[in-house]
Every structure is written in structure tokens, then in C-alpha cells.
Nanobody, 127 residues
């Protein structure tokens, strides 16, 4: 069982930036073995995919609403996957989750393609 932990959420004004981090205390396999997806869920809305990165960074995808503003990357020394979020908008408000599936070079923004989920971190964008 892989346990994922998100961090880095908070409250910012529109136009601000945040960096979310997804890590694990599991030592069986490094996160580089897993495809990692970032998802978000706004109040009253369904959870949606935001960005993903394939195992060994073979692929990346970014959802249309955040293209040009959000970047997903790996920090293999720290064993984390980061989501850099710039130029944040109120519509980016929600709980952000990271998810993982082992050995998937081509990542997906579909919720059903992931086996392990973190507990989420709140992001609030408001003036």
C-alpha cells in the first residue's frame, strides 16, 4: 500500500503562486516508478484532472484550463512530484489531491487510472 502526502496548499490572492508537493514515506519503490496525477475538487463539483507525469517522466499532460500556468515536475532526490501553480485564479480554488499508479509511462488525467490517493491539500484563491 502506497501512502501519499500532499503539502504546500494555502490561501493566495488572484495572480499569486503556490507550489504543491506530493511525497511518500514508503520506501519500497521511489515515486519515479509511479505515474503521478494531480487532481482537484471544487465545492459542489466533481474531481477533475489537472496535470500528470508518467513513470520515469516519460510523459506529461496538463489540463486545458491550467495550461501555461501550472507545471508538473519530479524532484527525484527529495522523492516528490511538484505542481507549480502560477497566475492563480479564483476558479483554481479547491482541494488538490495527488494520485499514483505504478509503472505507467504514459500518464492519464482520468481518476479511474490511479490506484493510490492522498488526503488532499486546500488551495484558496481569493481577493
Amino acid at each position: 500500500q502506497l501512502q501519499l502526502d500532499e503539502s504546500g496548499g494555502g490561501s493566495v490572492r488572484p495572480g499569486g503562486s503556490l507550489t504543491l508537493s506530493c511525497g511518500t514515506s514508503s520506501t519500497k519503490f521511489p515515486l519515479d516508478y509511479y505515474a503521478i496525477g494531480w487532481f482537484r475538487q471544487a465545492p459542489g463539483k466533481e474531481r477533475e484532472g489537472v496535470a500528470c507525469i508518467g513513470s520515469s517522466s516519460k510523459s506529461t499532460q496538463t489540463a486545458v484550463p491550467v495550461q501555461g500556468r501550472f507545471t508538473i515536475s519530479r524532484h527525484n532526490i527529495k522523492n516528490t512530484v511538484n505542481l507549480q501553480m502560477n497566475d492563480l485564479e479564483p476558479e483554481d480554488t479547491g482541494v488538490y489531491y495527488c494520485a499514483a499508479r505504478i509503472v505507467v509511462p504514459t500518464c492519464s488525467l482520468s481518476l479511474t487510472d490511479y490506484d493510490y490517493w492522498g488526503q488532499g491539500t486546500q488551495v484558496t484563491v481569493s481577493s
